[in-house]
């Protein structure tokens, strides 16, 4: 469970490092897509993360003191805030249509 959370942590660092080099370069036809689909890989990534560390923890990955709970939670209204990611998705796939 720690090498995927591993693997999710790099691929969504570079996922983020390339939307930041096409706002850099001024790719702004690409931009869009490109942000969906971060968006998109980042938040579902860090919900895996979270349901995986609770696991890990076991018991105490429910509990406050333990700040896993709080993780999960703020990770829960990524998917949420800022754009579902079945509008991310939508986003994604007009792009990809040339809608």
Known sequence: MIANMKVDY??????????????????DEEIIEAAAICKTYITEASQRCGRDAIQIHGGNGFMKEYQVERFLRD????????GTSEVQRGIIARSMMNI
Do not use: H, Q
């Open 10 to 27: 790099e691929i969504s660092k570079n996922l983020l490092y390339k939307v930041a080099w096409l706002i850099d370069s001024g790719r």
């Open 75 to 82: 990770a829960m209204l990524g998917t949420i805030g800022g």
